[in-house]
């Protein structure tokens, strides 16, 4: 943006220049053409006057002198076209010559040029009546290459061009330059605290510039705070009725342990409950906490991180669990305990999800990340069933007699999405393959996604 303002500031400049020196350059030509026509009729006049005054051929040594101190060549053109004096040349032809003496013959001296320029290449040619008694008696005509004038010009108009370059250039350094970067700095550190808040993370952008861009400012960073108080209430509140629901949830359950040795029939499933509620109150702490800006990201080895955590799940397949890693380690920033929560998740959901089928887990890298993909042999989901899970406590009909919560999947989405990265969830036929995508860098980080949003399926 500032290269075009600033370009745009110098074109409206440049206009401007331009609109003050052009007019002063054509000015110029034209007083030029007019000043060196007026000297050429003066002559021409006075050689009319001697030539109606004595013998023409007295006038002969005049012109020839004229022409050796001014190098002008002059005749003295009779009524009927001949030649009557000259100062040494042959009568040039020439439609502009010959316009010019029939209208000298016809009592009209000729017209000044309207410019002289560098580009026009014909002379100047200059004719006046010889008369007596109102008799026109002859035309006098002088013609004169205009070389020199038209190199006068040429230099006129270099050193116009030349100084209103010079100018262009300090004005764009003194005074373009730092009004675009006075005006520009603001919209691009706006532009980037925008960025920041659609990313999840603080922003206040810096108060200066122009007025209006200060105001814009202000009224960002009251929005963004606004925002910030907004989405930190939120998570508050989650955590707090959490934090409220447990101590009554662990008083119950101890209650009910006590309850369950004598009637143990009645008071298991009402302890299986407790337990689940339990996970789903864990599972909603860490769902407020989507999109938050608390969690650092550090640089770490995926390999080692995905190699660490199957092999705690390894005992719960009894050798149905396979991986496959790089041969080498696929360094990344990521947050410190991203890595073991999505392989806990994906795991756990294919113990709960795919009992006694094949679990395979593949970590691929590639020049701008990795993609953990865990994909299991079970039962399976249909195309459109894919296409709707991860959605917060959404489980499929099916489902409804295991344990869960519906929002290991959602949980996954969210912390993927803030790293900067991408989940897909696709039938597989047979099973379901869930591949995350993990960006090597630092991601750019965004909101959890809302309630009820899919992920997207492959």
């Not at 745009?8 to 000043?35: C, I, K, M, Q, S």
């Not at 963004?224 to 101590?247: G, I």
């Not at 036929?429 to 399926?457: D, E, F, K």
Request: hydrophobic share 45%; aromatic share 2%.
């Amino acid at each position: 943006m500032r290269r075009r303002l600033l370009v745009l500031a110098l074109l409206t400049t440049a206009g401007l220049l331009a609109a003050l020196v052009v007019p002063l350059l054509v000015n110029h030509a034209e007083g030029r053409a007019d000043d060196l026509h007026q000297e050429r009729l003066s002559a021409a006049t006075r050689f009319a006057t001697l030539a109606a005054a004595d013998d023409p051929d007295v006038l002969t040594p005049d012109l020839q002198r004229y022409r050796e101190v001014t190098g002008v060549q002059a005749w003295l053109v009779g009524t009927d076209g001949s030649l009557l004096a000259s100062s040494g040349t042959a009568l040039p032809g020439g439609a502009v010559v010959e316009a010019s003496l029939r209208a000298a013959l016809d009592g009209v001296p000729s017209a000044p040029p309207s410019a002289i320029w560098p580009w026009d290449t014909g002379p100047l040619v200059v004719a006046t009546p010889v008369g007596r008694d109102a008799q026109v008696l002859g035309a006098v005509l002088l013609v004169e290459d205009t070389g020199w004038v038209r190199d006068e010009v040429a230099v006129r108009i270099a050193v116009a061009a030349l100084a209103s370059l010079v100018l262009l250039g300090l004005l764009g350094w003194l005074v373009a330059s730092p009004l675009v970067g006075w005006i520009a700095r603001p919209l691009h550190d706006l532009d980037d605290q925008v960025r920041e808040v659609g990313a999840g993370r603080p922003a206040r952008a810096r108060v200066e510039g122009p007025p209006e861009l200060r105001r814009l400012a202000e009224s960002f960073n009251t929005m963004s705070a606004q925002v910030e108080r907004s989405q930190q209430q939120q998570r508050d509140l989650v955590a707090d009725v959490s934090h409220q629901l447990a101590n009554p949830l662990t008083a119950l359950r101890l209650r009910l342990e006590s309850l369950a040795a004598d009637r143990p029939a009645e008071v298991g499933p009402v302890l299986a409950e407790t337990d689940r509620m339990a996970r789903i109150l864990d599972g909603l702490v860490e769902v407020s906490r989507t999109g938050a800006a608390d969690r650092e990201p550090v640089a770490q080895d995926v390999v080692a991180r995905v190699r660490e955590r199957v092999q705690l799940w390894e005992p719960l397949f009894a050798g149905r669990l396979t991986l496959q890693l790089p041969g080498h380690a696929v360094p990344a920033v990521l947050e410190r305990d991203l890595v073991e929560t999505l392989v806990d998740a994906l795991l756990d959901n294919a113990v709960k999800y795919a009992p006694d089928a094949a679990v395979e887990v593949a970590l691929t890298a590639s020049d701008v990340g990795c993609v953990l993909a865990v994909r299991d042999h079970g039962p399976g989901v249909t195309p459109a069933e894919a296409a709707e899970l991860g959605r917060r406590f959404h489980r499929l009909a099916r489902h409804a007699d295991v344990d869960g919560t519906g929002l290991g999947l959602a949980i996954v989405a969210g912390r993927v999405q803030d790293a900067g990265g991408t989940t897909t969830v696709q039938a597989a036929g047979p099973g379901l393959r869930v591949a995350v995508s993990l960006p090597a860098g630092r991601g750019h980080g965004t909101t959890a996604a809302p309630q009820g949003a899919a992920v997207p399926a492959g």
